[in-house]
């Protein structure tokens, strides 16, 4: 099992940057992967971003295109989603997910392939 805690969430304003971090415990050498997903209470969770931990691959949404960016440090166990440029619909809860498995380039989007997860960090952005 991994631990994953989220941190770096806030309040920011339209066209702003926050930078979101993932820190990781436990079993992380077993870690094919790790997401980012996002939720709102209108909306289900959906994906963002992830990364696979040893070759460093990222995939992202394409509302997350060009405008966010997932990377990992090894040494430190963290995970870290750069996020410009954002817009107020950009607001909701911010998770980190990891899975020990491989997975494929369809099934990383989706949440049942991840195992475990964060509790969350709360994003606002103002208009």
């Known amino acids: 099992q991994v631990q994953l805690v989220e941190s770096g969430g806030g309040l920011v304003q339209t066209g702003g940057s926050l930078r979101l971090s993932c820190a990781t415990s436990?079993?992380?050498?077993?870690?094919?992967?790790v997401g980012w997903f996002r939720q709102t209470p209108e909306k289900s969770r959906e994906f963002v971003a992830a990364?696979?931990?040893?070759?460093?691959?990222?995939y992202y949404a394409d509302s997350a295109k060009g405008r966010f960016t997932v990377s990992r440090d090894k040494e430190k166990n963290g995970v870290y989603l750069q996020m410009n440029f954002l817009e107020p619909e950009d607001t909701a809860v911010y998770y980190c997910?990891?899975?020990?498995?491989?997975?494929?380039?369809?099934?990383?989007?989706?949440?049942?392939?991840?195992?475990?997860w964060g509790q969350g960090t709360q994003v606002t952005v103002s208009s």
């Open positions: 997910a990891s899975t020990p498995r491989m997975v494929t380039v369809a099934q990383v989007t989706t949440i049942r392939a991840y195992t475990d």
């Open positions: 436990g079993r992380t050498f077993s870690t094919y992967a």
């Open positions: 990364i696979t931990w040893g070759r460093g691959v990222t």
